[in-house]
């Protein structure tokens, strides 16, 4: 419990998405120069790196299902 910092290795802002009743957090975390990259937090697998996307977020239910529209960046 209490307060986490939930940011990628090398970037500079996160932003957090949702959190659901669990505490998971989804989110991204990117630089300055504007890389971003999605990440799923949770007290029992940590900080997991989902990697860089074009992402439109829609939900997150209790059991850390996310739901949105995801594109590969080329």
Do not use: C, K
């Not at 957090?25 to 971003?36: E, K, L």
């Not at 900080?47 to 850390?64: C, E, P, Q």
């Amino acid at each position: 419990s209490g307060m986490r910092d939930l940011i990628l290795d090398g970037s500079d802002w996160s932003g957090i998405e949702a959190m659901n009743a669990a505490g998971q957090v989804f989110g991204s975390s990117g630089t300055a120069t504007g890389a971003s990259r999605l990440f799923f937090w949770s007290e029992s697998g940590g900080m997991r790196d989902l990697g860089s996307y074009y992402f439109t977020f829609h939900a997150m239910n209790n059991a850390g299902q996310v739901v949105g529209a995801a594109a590969i960046p080329n």
